[in-house]
Structures are given as structure tokens and as C-alpha cells.
């Protein structure tokens, strides 16, 4: 088990987000997308990771490496949507990276088990979650025409 989960950990990917952000409503669904898939095809070792987290505390610690990385993504971009002036400087980041990636984690791991818990249908989940994000960190929608004509 040591090792399936070293080796999972060691293989887990976490796309990145632009440093320029010019179309937030278009690359975080996107990004959305990967996260929630990579999730759901890895659930069966997640699901096991915890079920041995009293007894191999490492274990569950490098199953949540690719979580935990992409929290750190998401934070990465919100500052830089804050610093192109794309979202408001008082956005809840924190707790919208929380909310975030407790949606897409629990969506991947029981949206079997708990039908009707999740947007409907599943392929639009990774947009709707995304949409509230963005508004949740202070992005008005359409914020990258609202940019682009501020420059122009």
C-alpha cells in the first residue's frame, strides 16, 4: 500500500492556471474539468487512502498531494486575476478555494452515492462550480471583455 501510494502521489498532475488571466470564465471551468476528472478516476485509491488513514497516516497524506497542490493553483490565480483588477481585492479566497475544492473532492468521490446532491448534469458541474468561484473571489462575470475594453 506504501508504495501504490507513493507512486500515485509521485504520478499526480495538477494543471496550472494562466499567470495572465484574460478569460477566467473560459480557463476555470477548463481547469475545473481536469481536477474533477483526475478525482473521479483516481477515487477507488482515494476511497482506500482514507478508509487506512488511522493506520498510514502517509499514506492518506500522499494520496492528497494533487488536492493540496491544487488549492495552491487556485490561490496562485486569484492573486493574479486581483492583480490584472479582474477580481475585487476583498474576494473570500480562502474560503472559496476551500468550497471549491471540497465541491469537486465530493463530487468525485459520491456523486454515485448521493444522486441529486451535485449539479445536474454532471457535465455542467465543473462550469456551475467554477461560475461561483470566480463570483465568490469578486470576478463579474464577463470580466475579460469588461478588461479588454477598460485597455482599449
Not at 481585492?89 to 444522486?115: N, V
Amino acid at each position: 500500500f506504501k508504495e501504490l501510494a507513493r507512486g500515485q502521489a509521485d504520478a499526480a498532475v495538477v494543471p496550472e492556471l494562466s499567470a495572465a488571466p484574460d478569460h477566467p470564465d473560459r480557463d476555470l471551468p477548463r481547469w475545473c474539468r481536469s481536477v474533477l476528472d483526475y478525482l473521479t478516476q483516481h477515487r477507488s485509491f482515494l476511497r482506500k487512502s482514507m478508509s487506512e488513514m488511522e493506520e498510514r497516516p502517509l499514506a492518506a497524506e500522499a494520496a492528497c498531494k494533487g488536492p493540496h497542490g491544487a488549492g495552491d493553483v487556485l490561490a496562485r490565480y486569484v492573486k493574479a486575476l486581483k492583480a490584472h483588477g479582474l477580481a475585487q481585492p476583498q474576494g473570500e479566497t480562502d474560503t472559496a478555494i476551500s468550497m471549491l475544492m471540497s465541491s469537486l473532492f465530493g463530487d468525485a468521490m459520491c456523486r454515485e452515492m448521493m444522486p441529486g446532491a451535485f449539479p445536474e448534469p454532471a457535465k455542467d458541474a465543473p462550469a456551475r462550480y467554477a461560475r461561483c468561484f470566480l463570483r465568490a473571489v469578486g470576478v463579474p462575470r464577463r470580466a475579460a471583455r469588461t478588461s479588454r475594453t477598460a485597455a482599449a
